[in-house]
Structure formats: structure tokens, C-alpha cells
């Protein structure tokens, strides 16, 4: 299941389908809601508006986080492993890109979200609809 924080994450982000959303479709709506920050981010760096550039790229922080508190250790092993290294990473390039107005930054981790949701988005039907991650993980 998507931890509780990963949840709440959403639900701060868009409450009208949280109650009933699949783990599956929330983690879909924390990685679109990523994107939508770092979008919102970028053109508030080309606006000169650092106050709305920090706070984008906060709440951008606060989802990758989320879905960082969804991943499970337990049965998703090195998979699980590899997408908490790669979240740590886009969080410290965020950071980075707040500090030094950095659009290419944000475009490396606009790159690499993509990557992992066009994989998470292709997912088969049959296992969006796992109720645990392990049923994914474990998959044949």
C-alpha cells in the first residue's frame, strides 16, 4: 500500500479523489503534481519572482518526499532501493535550483520524473489495480 505520508502529500494536493483513488492512481497524481511544481517553479524563475519560485519548488520537494515515504523496502528490494537514491538526488538537484535559479536543473528532474511515470503510466491494467506494491514487485 502507499504509506500514509505519500497520502497525505496528495490529499494536501488534490482532496476530491484521494478517498477512493487506487495506491496505483495516487502515485500517478504525486508525479503529475511534481511536474505541475516544477512547471509553475520554472516560470517563476523566468517571472523574477523568487518568493513564488521557493515556494513551488518546496511543495515540489514535499511530493518527491511523499513518494519517497511510499516506497517499500521490504518487497520492492533494489527497485525500491534505486528509486529512494534517485528522489534523494532530484530533491538536492531541486534545492540546488532554488538557490541558483537554475532552469536546468529543473529540467533534469522534470526529465527524470517523466521517466519514471511513463514507466509507472504503462504499468498493465492488472497490476494498477495490485493492493500492495509487493504484488507489483513480485509480478511475473
Known amino acids: 500500500m502507499v504509506k500514509q505520508s505519500a497520502i497525505n502529500k496528495y490529499r494536501q494536493a488534490d482532496s476530491s479523489e484521494a478517498s477512493y483513488a487506487t495506491p496505483h492512481r495516487l502515485v500517478q497524481k504525486l508525479m503529475s503534481g511534481a511536474l505541475d511544481g516544477i512547471a509553475n517553479a520554472k516560470g517563476s524563475i523566468m517571472h523574477n519572482q523568487p518568493e513564488q519560485r521557493n515556494s513551488h519548488i518546496q511543495w ?13 523496502f521490504e518487497h520492492g528490494g533494489e527497485i525500491a532501493a534505486n528509486l529512494d537514491s534517485l ?15 537554475d532552469i536546468q536543473q529543473l529540467d533534469e528532474v522534470t526529465s527524470l520524473l517523466k521517466e519514471i511515470k511513463g514507466a509507472w503510466d504503462s504499468m498493465p ?15 511475473p
Not at 60 to 72: Q, S
Not at 87 to 101: E, I, Q
Not at 125 to 139: C, G, M, P, T, Y
Request: glycine content about 4%; hydrophobic content about 40%; cysteine-free.
Open 87 to 101: 528522489y534523494d538526488y532530484m530533491n538536492r538537484r531541486l534545492f540546488d535550483a532554488n538557490m541558483h535559479n
Open 125 to 139: 491494467k492488472s497490476l494498477q489495480r495490485a493492493d500492495n506494491i509487493k504484488d507489483v514487485v513480485n509480478a
Open 60 to 72: 515540489t520537494m514535499n511530493v518527491i518526499d511523499g513518494l519517497r515515504g511510499a516506497l517499500d
